[in-house]
């Protein structure tokens, strides 16, 4: 096979695995994960259900590429925020950007997340292989290093917890979603950023 073929295999191989993963993000997010076939997935992303298991041994191993891109990618998302230059304050109006951002861009994980919620979902994360403690970990630091540099800069008050409000904050995310699915992305987002930044007990 010439290098111009196997350039072209490869891209193919690409093409396909993403369009299953995003056909696989589209079922699930709709009907979700436990009512989602195989076979449905494979008529979703245009391709025999034979042609699938080219790249995915089974429904789990596609729901554990998308939870693990999705896990990465707000982490990388927190990080980043974390890691600016600027004040406090800045990284505190970047962080609430960014995750707003991300919550409306990938408002199908929120969907697929729920409903693992109602099916014992913390053994099933174990049986995905996620440590789920650990992805949490990384999250809080990366908002306790900002909130750190806030309390030191006087931008929350003093006796505030970093700690305390880095729990109250992801909590409120979580109950968002579970409470009210997607429709809380519906409210303005000025309004989302503004109750957001006072329960991280950010002073004007």
């Known amino acids: 096979m010439s290098p111009r073929n196997k350039e072209l295999n490869e891209e193919m191989r690409i093409h396909s695995r993403a369009a299953l993963l ?3 993000r589209q079922c699930f997010a709709a009907d979700g994960y436990f009512n989602v076939r195989i076979a449905d997935i494979a008529q979703q992303a245009g391709m025999s259900q034979g042609s699938l ?41 970047d962080l609430v950007d960014r995750l707003l951002n991300y919550a409306r861009e990938g408002s199908d994980l929120t969907a697929i997340m ?6 014992q979902n913390g ?14 970990r990384g999250y809080t630091q990366s908002l306790l290093a900002i909130l750190n540099q806030a309390k030191s800069e006087g931008i929350i008050p003093a006796e505030h917890d970093p700690l305390a409000l880095t729990m109250m904050f992801f909590g409120m995310f979580n109950g968002l979603n579970l409470v009210y699915g997607q429709d809380w992305l519906n409210l303005p987002p000025e309004t989302l950023k503004a109750g957001m930044l006072r329960l991280l007990g950010v002073q004007k």
């Not at 995915?56 to 890691?83: H, N, P, R, V, Y």
């Open 53 to 93: 298991y080219w790249y995915f041994t089974s429904k789990e191993e596609l729901l554990k590429a998308i939870l693990s891109e999705a896990f990465e990618s707000l982490g990388s998302l927190m990080a980043q925020a974390a890691a600016g230059t600027g004040t406090a304050r800045q990284k505190l109006d």
């Open 22 to 24: 995003a056909a696989a």
């Open 114 to 119: 729920i409903s693992m919620l109602g099916h």
């Open 123 to 136: 053994e099933m994360f174990i049986r995905l292989g996620f440590d789920m403690d650990e992805v949490g």
